[in-house]
């Protein structure tokens, strides 16, 4: 039984709320723990799996910013690039 949303998919979701598109390595720090992206990634899966958001790739490209999160049905790339950690400003409350 789920607690409900973890303060990831939180995050993630409130960033959502103010930008249609963002990458997710654009929602952390600089110099951000792998383990940090990791945790980010798995709370945007989590949400992709529920319907609440969707998740684009550039193809093979690989690398942290390959992959950004979108809101339901909308279907285009950011359009800014943020700089690091200040999307939204939730993700330096995320330990």
Not at 14 to 38: I, M, S
Not at 65 to 70: D, I, K, L, P, Q
Not at 76 to 91: A, K, L, Q, S, Y
């Amino acid at each position: 039984m789920s607690r409900g949303l973890g303060r990831w998919q939180i995050g993630l979701l409130a960033a959502l709320e103010e930008h249609p598109a963002v990458y997710l390595a654009d929602l952390l720090l600089p110099n951000y723990p792998r383990a940090q992206y990791v945790a980010l990634h798995r709370a945007a899966q989590t949400l992709a799996d529920k319907g609440m958001v969707d998740i684009w790739h550039y193809g093979l490209a690989g690398g942290t910013n390959s992959m950004w999160v979108t809101r339901p049905g909308y279907t285009g790339r950011p359009t800014r690039v943020p700089r690091r950690g200040d999307v939204g400003g939730w993700c330096s409350q995320v330990p």
